[in-house]
């Protein structure tokens, strides 16, 4: 079994889908797990109660990722707390259709900022903490639509590519401080953020029809390889793409 016990842990997105499994899968490892989120303070207060339930601390706070005042914010409040940043999980993401021919500005923005600059300024603000430390995890959330493209997604591809290139870049510049960043690649997963293409029964057929375990993810197992590449099992990986897709990459 995993232990993170008496880590601190910081999950951007952290109070619904992936982000909400992956506080939970820590809080269980022992974990303290800091949940940052944007609107849904409901949900956030709900995960940070079953995460103290586990035997943990748990500390939610309101911060949009896309800005560098408030991720300092999340990064002074957490470090006020607990004493340390141990982990760092970069969840948070937006994904919305978008035909490029009539794509508008802010759209192409929203996505900019919250997918790639919150990630971005997650990496950044947490590595000094980190170095002066000399030890830290960092595991950013990419998708398989940043390895082969997504058709009328091209804005969220291109982050999720970014993504993939940013955490190979840091790995090799923040290997020295003893710290290791790493992603994990997500294809479908039974999210909210999905709910509107696997309800359609066509839809989900021809999505099941490029996946060779003929199913989507649960979020817990997307949680569980961030789990796995946050921990000791992992201190010798740094800089790697772990696609957790059902072998849809295999089937482009």
């Given at each position: 079994m995993i232990d993170l016990k008496g880590y601190t842990s910081i999950i951007t997105g952290g109070s619904r889908g992936i982000g909400r499994a992956t506080v939970l899968k820590f809080a269980e490892a022992g974990s303290h797990v800091v949940i940052v989120y944007l609107k849904n303070q409901k949900e956030a207060e709900e995960v940070a109660s079953l995460a103290e339930a586990k035997g943990v601390n748990a500390l939610s706070i309101k911060g949009d990722v896309s800005s560098r005042r408030d991720m300092e914010r999340v990064v002074d409040q957490t470090l006020r707390h607990f004493g340390k940043i141990n982990i760092l999980v970069?969840?948070?993401?937006?994904?919305?259709?978008?035909?490029?021919?009539?794509?508008?500005?802010?759209?192409?923005?929203?996505?900019?900022?919250?997918?790639?600059?919150?990630?971005?300024?997650?990496?950044?603000?947490?590595?000094?903490?980190?170095?002066?430390?000399?030890?830290?995890?960092?595991?950013?959330?990419?998708?398989?639509?940043?390895?082969?493209?997504?058709?009328?997604?091209?804005?969220?591809?291109?982050?999720?590519?970014?993504?993939?290139?940013?955490?190979?870049?840091?790995?090799?510049?923040?290997?020295?401080?003893?710290?290791?960043?790493?992603?994990?690649?997500p294809g479908w997963v039974d999210t909210d953020m999905a709910a509107i293409p696997l309800s359609n029964k066509e839809e989900r057929e021809s999505i099941l029809s490029l996946i060779p375990l003929r199913r989507v993810a649960r979020p817990e197992e997307i949680a569980d390889s961030v789990l796995f590449l946050a921990s000791d099992m992992a201190s010798f990986i740094t800089g790697e793409i772990l696609n957790v897709n059902g072998g849809a990459v295999l089937c482009g």
């Open positions: 970069n969840n948070a993401g937006i994904w919305e259709r978008a035909p490029i021919h009539i794509m508008k500005e802010e759209e192409l923005e929203r996505t900019l900022s919250i997918n790639l600059r919150g990630v971005f300024y997650g990496c950044q603000l947490v590595c000094q903490p980190m170095m002066s430390q000399g030890s830290g995890r960092i595991v950013n959330i990419s998708s398989t639509a940043g390895q082969r493209g997504e058709p009328f997604y091209s804005h969220y591809a291109a982050t999720k590519g970014a993504i993939i290139s940013l955490t190979k870049s840091l790995a090799v510049e923040l290997a020295p401080y003893g710290i290791t960043i790493n992603a994990v690649a």
